[in-house]
């Protein structure tokens, strides 16, 4: 059995960004999938909480089984779950233009809303944006124009870019930016650094509201840092993704730690 560092010990759950700190690309980072077994072995619950949108839950569990790491759906929270929740909870709105793949689409279907794609109706409710990979220019008029019509926006985060082994992708920031540079209109960010994606994390994991004991480790400071800040969570940063070292010691307030990997982090050499 593999030996937990002394931080890691401080705590009763991780909840882990996905890309950049588990994975790049379709490649477990260094001493990963080691690290997260020692976690399971020493009873610690695991949660995996993702601004990528262009999968549902079940998707990166199977991703996750086929790298080498144990998981079920309830462990993984998607920024998708997450727009469903807002959407849900918000009650105003009961239609939709949704810029997303098909799990976005039913996330937003699944909260109650009606989704209008491509139909001649009066302006939606709500516009949700979130990337994905088979995004289009007529997608970005659409939204553009739903906004300007009068419906509110939503996105599934602000990372500009993920990390990929040839190079950062564009992610859901980079499209709704666009969107809020042509309509004037800033958008709800149901993703990290907003707090629910942790607190639905925390409640799977059944941890005490009052005390849950719990480390978010991730490779962003605007969204895995900030996020863990806004659930009043310790974050950690791992430099596997998007942030430099030179970044994470000059950030204000400064991450509980800052390791290479989450290796390095979380498992004693």
């Known amino acids: 059995m593999s030996t937990l560092t002394a931080l890691a010990r401080r705590y009763d759950h991780v909840l882990l960004d996905l890309d950049g700190c588990v994975w790049v690309g379709d490649e477990p980072t260094p001493g990963a999938v080691e690290t997260i077994l020692a976690l399971r072995e020493a009873g610690m619950g695991v949660a995996f909480v993702t601004n990528d949108g262009r999968h549902a ?3 990166y569990v199977q991703k ?4 080498g790491f144990r998981a079920s759906v309830e462990e993984v929270v998607t920024v998708g779950g997450a727009i469903q929740y807002l959407l849900a909870e918000t009650g105003r709105w009961r239609s939709a233009h949704v810029v997303g ?6 996330h937003v279907a699944d909260a109650g809303l009606h ?4 139909r001649d109706v009066p302006a939606p409710d709500v ?3 979130a990337a994905h990979d088979d995004f289009d220019y007529g997608e970005l008029r659409d939204a553009v124009q739903a906004v300007l019509a009068g419906a509110e926006l939503v996105c599934a985060g602000r990372d500009a870019v993920f990390p990929m082994p040839g190079g950062p992708w564009p992610g859901t920031g980079a499209v709704v930016a666009a969107v809020e540079a042509a309509t004037g209109v800033r958008a709800v960010n149901a993703g990290k650094p907003a707090a629910q994606p942790f607190l639905t994390a925390l409640d799977r994991l059944g941890a005490d509201p009052a005390d849950p004991r719990a480390l978010v480790v991730g490779d962003r400071l605007d969204s895995d ?15 596997t993704g998007a942030t430099s070292e030179a970044e994470a010691r000059a950030a204000e307030p400064a991450p509980v730690a800052i390791a290479a990997s989450l290796a390095d982090l979380l498992l004693a050499r």
Do not use: T
Request: charged letters at 20%.
């Open 57 to 59: 839950g079940e998707d």
């Open 127 to 129: 516009v949700v944006v």
């Open 115 to 118: 989704i209008v794609n491509g």
């Open 225 to 239: 840092a900030e996020g863990a800040r806004a659930a009043g969570l310790d974050g950690a940063i791992v430099l």
């Open 64 to 67: 996750l089984w086929r790298l």
């Open 101 to 106: 793949a098909a799990s976005m689409h039913r």
